[in-house]
């Protein structure tokens, strides 16, 4: 099953597709009532707990990067103000000069996890969602200290559109996924090629912090990061899981160096 959340008329509405392969796509709320995606306000599609998220856990990203093997996972975690839903806007400030997508398999606990061992990890996860985690380049520090600039920035990570059940996803995921820019493939990887996979990443993490219901572990992304520009469409999607659409926006568009009416206005 998937599910999404959103706002419509004044309330939030849980949503499911009616058809994922149109475009624009339709969706249908709670109540019956049917929706084009562009009608609705898309949010984060479960409520978010602790965000804890991989660094280089693709091998042919590490090399992309010059970055050397890693005997354990590099683990960070974000704020849930970062979180920004299916067709929102992400600002590329001024000053950066090298801003790219990372698109990720995100998974998301649904049971208390501590002290798991891997081969009862799959019993902790209620599912999946789709996850586009920016960062500006200019930014970092070190590959072991992703500071909150980059990775905890308002709106630097889009998630969605849909959690999608883990009994609908076989285990571990073994999914294709990929990245356009204006609608050119930029990005292509699977899921199954991560470092560490997700069973390790449950039993690692659950061995010194306790997972809770909503907690959701951002996987890494593979090799073909790109710089983005304000205006660029970047569509991030994983099979069996969604497809997650986001716009880069300028800083006029967040009231910062110029008209934020001029900058909306132009933009629709």
Known sequence: MKQGRVAYAGAIHTA??????????????????????????????????TIVALGLNYADHARELSFK????????????????????????????????????LAVVVGRPARRVKRADARAHVAGYTVANDYAIRDYLENWYRPNLRVKSRDGGTVIGPWLVDADDVPWPPRLDLRTRVNGVVVQQGNTGDLVFDIPFLIE??????????????????????????????????????GRLLNTIADDAAFGRGGSARDACASST
């Open 204 to 241: 690692y993490l659950s061995a010194f912090m306790t997972l809770l219901p909503g907690d959701v572990i951002l996987t890494g992304t593979p090799e073909g990061v790109v710089d983005v520009k304000a205006g660029d469409a970047v569509e991030c999607e994983i099979d069996g899981i």
């Open 69 to 104: 093997s890693q005997d354990e996972p590099l683990v960070f975690l974000k704020g849930a103000n970062s979180l920004l839903g299916h067709r929102g806007y992400t600002r590329r400030p001024s000053d950066a000069t090298f801003m790219h997508y990372e698109c990720e």
């Open 16 to 49: 499911v597709p009616v058809d994922e392969s149109a475009r624009p796509m339709h969706v249908r709320l709670a109540d019956g009532r049917g929706c084009m995606e562009h009608d609705v306000v898309w949010l984060p599609p479960f409520e978010a707990g």
